[in-house]
T-cell receptor, first 115, second 111 residues
């Protein structure tokens, strides 16, 4: 499988429990944030996004919380299932070369769900 | 992934040889991106394109070039592959400059 899981912080949870994955972002000017899920051997997959004018956004079994004061983002997964096992990345809009919009990714957290 | 295809999926090449990776989309999206993914570094932007013949450098562009002669194809070329370019390469597309869709990746090994 992919070696992306090496050297990553790991969160291990029991099936059915809630999971919270945290992310600190770097750019106080970032105005858009996304959470991605990456399963072994696959590309990152969009989970949920949030704009900086919001503090919270809910999807199906997932909630993203944004705290702009401390530049912190979290992903909450309710009733975690074995299929949720993956590496989770947060991403923020960054400015690169003067061009807004390119996503800057965190290094990821590996979620392991125990049956 | 629907609408975006990367080729090849796997490649082994020798140091010093040129290599071209292809990203093909059927979504007619304006924005296309090349990222590399390495342990301990996450996803890092190599180059991106905001239209036909319009490209720009990302964070780790040294040793890479890109071309986009038509909307649907974005090519990444390693002019002379080095072992440090062994990585998994992902292409992404976006209708605006937010919210990417990623391809399945190309695993490149330079020996």
């Amino acid at each position: 499988g992919e070696s992306v899981g090496l050297h990553l912080p790991t969160l291990s949870v029991q099936e059915g429990d809630n999971s919270i994955i945290n992310c600190a972002y770097s750019n106080s000017a970032s105005d858009y944030f996304i959470w991605y899920k990456q399963e072994s051997g696959k590309g990152p997959q969009f989970i949920i996004d949030i704009r900086s004018n919001m503090d919270k956004r809910q999807g199906q079994r997932v909630t993203v919380l944004l705290n702009k004061t401390v530049k912190h983002l979290s992903l909450q997964i309710a009733a975690t299932q074995p299929g949720d096992s993956a590496v989770y990345f947060c991403a923020e809009t960054g400015e690169y070369g003067g061009s807004q919009g390119n996503l800057i990714f965190g290094k990821g957290t590996k979620l392991s769900v125990k049956p | 992934d629907a609408g975006i295809t990367q080729s090849p999926r796997h490649k082994v090449t020798e140091t010093g040889t040129p290599v071209t990776l292809r990203c093909h989309q059927t979504e007619n999206h304006r924005y296309m991106y090349w990222y590399r993914q390495d342990p301990g570094h996450g996803l890092r932007l190599i180059h991106y394109s905001y239209g036909v013949k319009d490209t720009d450098k990302g964070e780790v562009s040294d040793g890479y070039s890109v071309s986009r002669s038509k909307t649907e194809d974005f090519l990444l070329t390693l002019e002379s592959a080095t072992s440090s370019q062994t990585s998994v390469y992902f292409c992404a597309i976006s209708h605006t400059n937010y919210g990417y869709t990623f391809g399945s990746g190309t695993r490149l090994t330079v020996v």
